[in-house]
Nanobody, 117 residues
Framework: QVQLVESGGGLVQAGGSLKLSCAAS????????MGWHRQAPGKQRELVAR???????NYADSVKGRFTISRDNGKNTVYLQMNSLKPEDTAVYYCATTHFVTHVDYWGKGTLVTVSS
């Protein structure tokens, strides 16, 4: 069983920055790829960024150069640094992972990011 708890969301002006954190329970954290997804009102959930157990990363085109995903295996935490935020980044941001053995997906409850123009 894996539990994910996001934090760090809030209201920020366009051009500003926020750093999201996702704390994970369980001893398998370092072996699992981790991802940040988002869902804007009226839109489908989309993958924003992903980091593998080895530290390789990939990003949605819409956030490349502005967002950075990182992980601290000692703290069982994954981060999303968001810079140069735009109003279209407004969404609920979710942390997610797939257990590397069972292939079960786990999701956090999300944290709201609102970017004002």
């Amino acid at each position: 069983q894996v539990q994910l708890v996001e934090s760090g969301g809030g209201l920020v002006q366009a051009g500003g920055s926020l750093k999201l954190s996702c704390a994970a329970s369980g001893s398998s954290f370092s072996m699992n790829a981790m991802g940040w997804h988002r869902q804007a009102p009226g839109k489908q959930r989309e993958l924003v960024a992903r980091i593998t157990s080895g530290g390789s990363t990939n990003y949605a085109d819409s956030v490349k150069g502005r967002f950075t995903i990182s992980r601290d295996n000692g703290k069982n935490t994954v981060y999303l640094q968001m810079n140069s935020l735009k109003p279209e980044d407004t969404a609920v941001y979710y942390c997610a992972t797939t257990h590397f053995v069972t292939h079960v997906d786990y999701w956090g409850k999300g944290t709201l990011v609102t970017v004002s123009s």
